[in-house]
């Protein structure tokens, strides 16, 4: 049998240790670390995130009960304060630019989303809150006792991957950091009523970016000309629009769900597609309200192990970045488990020396025809 390395020492291959090493000395404040460094940081909280691990202690512990093990992650043993103290004051920013490289090596293995006949882009847009007691974090006020982060996510419908991702105190409105987004020219952008802002609508247009959106009860609606051409059997009318003061003219989409009968209204600025392709769209907006409940469900993103805003940074990086390990691992071997399944999998691996890729496909063993108790007498 073969050597192997253990399960997390070859997840760890996936970032490059000298590309790694580089953006910790690009992003580092302070003194020299002496024996700690922010490779050790990232591989303990990476380890917190796929090992379900719920306090700074049981991360130091976990790893501290592996002896050797750790001599092949690159981690020399550190203490609990150490750890803490990297959190809280050493920038999340270099977890922010990892996430984005490992994302574009992401991307360019994901499979094309084939739920439409569009040549573009689609991204998925909505954010979701995150509850925090305010005593212990005073940054993250929301209302007049309670704390609340928000979690900000563009949704990449090519292998659903986190596109655009930022976390700002919760009331932050989504439309501040929406209109930040930079969509290339030709892209669709789906998101709810939430969103909803005619000047946005405009710039979106202007800048050549499809959009689609429920239509508010108390929107400014000019009506125009129905359009022409066949429906689909779900879809009760397609118009032109105007919206409230703006020039430009929209499409109002109106669609009958004939398994919940309530009638839907969307608007769109991409006059050249099918109806049911804009209410199809909008179904796909679905997808990131799964991935926010499964980030929540399988990742450490509603407890946090530090108190600042740095820290709470620190770790949505890193929790993301283990989204998108599981992702990659996923593209890469082709398989079909679903992400929890290839998560539940490393809990109980992460330290066996075993192979990474048989770990999810293992070999079926050959029963030999010819051995004397399958022998017919």
Known sequence: MSHCNTVLSQIVRIFPRHE??????????????????????????????????????DVVDNLGVQGGKLYHLGVKAFSRATLARCNE????????????RLLGRCQGMAPRNKKFKLDSKVYLLDASLVELTLSLF????????????????????????????DLTRGNEHEINRARELELTKGSYVVFDRGYTDYRWYQELTEDGVFFVSRLKSNAIVTPGRKRRGRKSPGVVEDREI????????????????????????????ALDIPAQTVADLYKERWQIELFFKWIKQNLRVKSFLGTSMNAVKTQLWIALCAYLVLSFLKFQS????????????????????????????????????????????
Not at 339 to 357: A, H, K, P, S
């Open 20 to 57: 790694f090493q580089s953006l910790a000395n690009k992003h580092h404040e302070g003194q020299k670390f002496r024996s700690f460094s922010r490779w050790s940081q990232f591989v303990a909280m990476l380890t917190a995130q796929l090992s379900a691990r719920n306090s700074l202690r």
């Open 89 to 100: 004051k050493q920038p999340h920013t270099l977890y922010e630019e990892l996430f984005k």
């Open 138 to 165: 005073p940054w993250a006020k929301y209302q007049k006792t309670k704390g609340a982060a928000k979690l900000h996510i563009g949704l990449d419908a090519d292998g659903y991957l986190p596109a655009f991702v």
């Open 242 to 269: 105007r919206l409230g003061k703006l020039s430009e003219t929209f499409r109002l989409v109106t669609c009958l769900d004939k398994e919940t009968d309530i009638t839907y209204q969307f608007v769109t600025n």
């Open 334 to 377: 082709k398989i079909g488990a679903s992400l929890q399944r290839m998560l539940r999998i490393l809990q109980l691996n992460l330290f066996e020396r075993r192979d990474l890729q048989e770990l999810f496909s293992p070999r079926r063993r050959k029963i030999s025809l010819c051995g004397s108790q399958l022998a017919l007498i």
